[in-house]
């Protein structure tokens, strides 16, 4: 502890001058690094080896030492744009008088414990959700005593996993943390005994709510496609012709690994189904489902339409793509809702091997998507082979209580009835301090957004429930 106090002292110095970075959104931060501890549970392994870990921050907001510290746990990716989607954080931070830290998670963006080395066997070893609770538990106990501001309560905001964290931080360290707003987080999926088939049949529902006939559009397409797929070469040249691949279809591996590419654009459109354009993992329109249900109806024929609609995904409002590259836009891994691509990607499929596991594949019954499966089967011998590890349910679900959380407490659950994450979301209190919140038109974490005009009544509502209960917890005795 004694050196990472003592380089955060000297950061504090050396970065007083950085300069303010302006992001998208108009609102800026000061981009830090803390010195963190490597391995937090093992005093021999890493020994005293330290990483730099990122952090942004605001303070022009603070009534120092006294307003509270508004903390987002980050999750997997570059810290840098879960700050540009989750404006709600710095819209309210000025009422608050709240100081604003977005702490970036171990293993991604420029935080690598290793640099390029981090995502070898066993340094990638270090990537659990402990070492990361551990670094934001450690990094804010510094930081508060850095500023003076040990008296200062700690509000957690994180969406998606994030919003894991956030209650993690709750269940693990309600010494540090006072209150959390966990966005959109399928916390539930962690209990072995809660189903696994949510995710697709709830993004089809998405599509069959958005326009009539849409999914049935989609069906018939994922049908056609089939049937070409089964004339051999010419039908996969003329798959290949109109979805206007770089590489034509080789052969059946390369027709499934399409129809997984089709089924992870229509997964992000429906979980980033906002009401406005937004650029949050890709450039979309605003309504990208409704988007994607008009692409496919104005088509000539079902399966140029579908490859229109997934094109909103991969080519975005803006597109500049000539031909699709199938391989390097989509990669398969041990979460059947994508990765994405990048060392990111590598870190999270680590993690979807390790202690999360993700939802079933889809299979054409209670989902729209063709038969691409992914059961526990498959997902141990994939990551048996792509990591060497065998997954333990049991600890996750040991560690994270499953869906008993009655013992946690200070914590708000917001999930949107757009969210293919709700099927493993906390919808319903739980008790007087653990209180769900229904998003009504919203999609994945849309409450932890920047305020938008578009925004509907329902997110507005969620809103402001979750301030009153911040309310509450900044002022509990
Ligand atoms: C790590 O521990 C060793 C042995 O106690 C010490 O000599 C060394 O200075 C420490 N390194 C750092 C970076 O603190
Ligand atoms: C999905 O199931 C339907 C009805 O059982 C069948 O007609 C259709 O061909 C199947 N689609 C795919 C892509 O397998
Ligand atoms: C991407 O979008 C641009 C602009 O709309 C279009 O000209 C181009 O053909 C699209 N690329 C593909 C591969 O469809």
């Given amino acids: 502890m004694a050196t990472s106090y003592g380089s955060l002292v000297l950061c504090l110095c050396v970065c007083a001058f950085a300069v303010e970075i302006l992001?998208?959104?108009?609102?800026?931060?000061?981009?830090?690094?803390?010195?963190?501890?490597?391995?937090?549970?093992?005093?021999?392994?890493?020994?005293?080896?330290?990483?730099?870990?990122?952090?942004?921050?605001?303070?022009?907001w603070w009534k120092r030492g006294v307003g509270p510290i508004f903390f987002y746990t980050g999750n997997e990716g570059a810290i840098t744009a879960f700050w540009e989607a989750s404006g709600f954080v710095t819209d309210i931070a000025p009422q608050f008088e709240a100081l604003v830290v977005f702490a970036e998670?171990?293993?991604?963006?420029?935080?690598?414990?290793?640099?390029?080395?981090?995502?070898?066997?066993?340094?990638?070893?270090l990537l659990t959700m402990e070492q990361a609770l551990a670094d934001y538990a450690v990094f804010l106990t510094d930081l508060k005593k850095q500023l003076s501001a040990t008296n200062c309560r700690v509000i957690s905001f994180g969406g998606s996993y994030?919003?894991?964290?956030?209650?993690?931080?709750?269940?693990?360290?309600?010494?540090?943390?006072?209150?959390?707003?966990?966005a959109s987080a399928p916390i539930y999926m962690l209990d072995p005994s809660h189903p696994r088939d949510f995710f697709?049949?709830?993004?089809?529902?998405?599509?069959?709510?958005?326009?009539p006939g849409c999914q049935d559009n989609i069906k018939k397409a994922f049908?056609?496609?089939?049937?070409?797929?089964?004339?051999?070469?010419?039908?996969?040249?003329?798959?290949?012709?109109?979805?206007?691949?770089?590489?034509?279809?080789?052969?059946?591996a390369?027709?499934?690994?399409?129809?997984?590419?089709?089924?992870?654009?229509?997964?992000?459109?429906?979980?980033?189904?906002?009401?406005?354009?937004?650029?949050?993992?890709?450039?979309?329109?605003?309504?990208?489902?409704?988007?994607?249900?008009?692409?496919?109806?104005?088509?000539?024929?079902?399966?140029?339409?579908?490859?229109?609609?997934?094109?909103?995904?991969?080519?975005?409002?803006?597109?500049?793509?000539?031909?699709?590259?199938?391989?390097?836009?989509?990669?398969?891994?041990?979460?059947?809702?994508?990765?994405?691509?990048?060392?990111?990607?590598?870190?999270?499929?680590?993690?979807a091997c390790t202690e999360i596991k993700l939802p079933a594949g889809s299979n054409n019954v209670t989902d729209m998507f063709p038969v691409l499966p992914f059961t526990t089967d498959m997902r141990n011998q994939y990551c048996q082979k792509t990591w060497g590890v065998v997954p333990r349910d049991e600890w996750s679900y040991v560690q994270f209580f499953g869906e008993n959380i009655k013992s946690t407490s200070n914590l708000v659950f917001s999930n949107g009835n757009l969210d293919p994450w709700n099927g493993a979301g906390v919808t319903k209190d739980v008790s007087d301090t653990v209180r769900a919140v229904w998003v009504q038109g919203g999609a994945h974490h849309l409450d932890l957004r920047h305020w938008n005009q578009a925004d509907p009544i329902g997110v507005w509502k969620a809103r402001e429930f979750e301030k009153s209960n911040i309310r509450q917890w900044i002022n509990a005795p």
């Fill in 162 to 182: 994030g919003g894991m964290l956030t209650a993690y931080m709750r269940f693990k360290y309600p010494n540090i943390v006072d209150g959390g707003i966990a």
């Fill in 105 to 125: 998670h171990r293993f991604y963006g420029k935080s690598l414990p290793f640099g390029d080395d981090s995502f070898k066997s066993p340094e990638i070893g």
């Fill in 200 to 211: 697709f049949p709830i993004v089809s529902n998405d599509f069959n709510q958005a326009m």
């Fill in 254 to 351: 390369a027709f499934k690994h399409l129809l997984g590419w089709v089924r992870n654009a229509f997964t992000f459109m429906a979980m980033l189904d906002y009401p406005y354009k937004a650029s949050f993992e890709a450039q979309l329109p605003a309504n990208p489902v409704k988007a994607g249900c008009m692409a496919i109806s104005s088509a000539s024929d079902v399966v140029t339409g579908l490859a229109a609609a997934a094109g909103i995904f991969y080519n975005g409002t803006a597109g500049t793509l000539k031909c699709y590259d199938i391989d390097a836009e989509f990669i398969e891994c041990a979460d059947p809702t994508g990765c994405g691509t990048g060392n990111n990607a590598k870190a999270w499929d680590y993690q």
């Fill in 223 to 252: 049908s056609q496609l089939d049937n070409m797929a089964a004339q051999g070469q010419s039908g996969l040249s003329d798959i290949s012709r109109m979805f206007n691949l770089c590489k034509p279809l080789a052969d059946n």
């Fill in 23 to 60: 992001n998208g959104q108009g609102v800026p931060y000061t981009e830090k690094y803390y010195t963190q501890i490597v391995d937090h549970f093992n005093y021999l392994s890493y020994g005293n080896k330290t990483f730099q870990q990122r952090y942004l921050i605001q303070n022009k």
